[in-house]
Nanobody, 120 residues
């Protein structure tokens, strides 16, 4: 049974930092492309950052220069380092794992989400 468990969310003041972690289990973690999405209150879930199984990184424009995504395959963990946080970064952050199957289709999984609130 595949599980993705996020941690590291919380309440932080504007300008502060948080590091989110996503631990995968029941999966060959290194073969998955990992990503972080976020969903602000009343809005859709959007991609924040993505790191492929070969460590290619994509960061959405709104967080470029402030957020960094990384992974440690020895720990089955993906990270999202968030610096200089702004109130508009307030959202539930979700971890996502995806890989293409050798035959056809994809496998993908979501974590349960972790709340990040940026407020003074």
């Amino acid at each position: 049974q595949v599980q993705l468990v996020e941690s590291g969310g919380g309440l932080v003041q504007p300008g502060g930092s948080l590091r989110l972690s996503c631990v995968g289990s029941g999966m060959t973690f290194r073969t998955y492309n990992m990503a972080w999405y976020r969903q602000p209150p009343g809005k859709e879930r959007d991609l924040v950052a993505r790191i492929s199984s070969s460590n290619n990184v994509n960061i959405t424009d709104s967080v470029t220069g402030r957020f960094t995504i990384s992974r440690d395959n020895t720990k089955n963990t993906a990270y999202l380092q968030m610096n200089n946080l702004k109130p508009e970064d307030t959202a539930v952050y979700y971890c996502h794992a995806r890989r293409k199957l050798a035959t056809a289709g994809v496998q993908e999984y979501w974590g349960q989400g972790t709340q990040v609130t940026v407020s003074s």
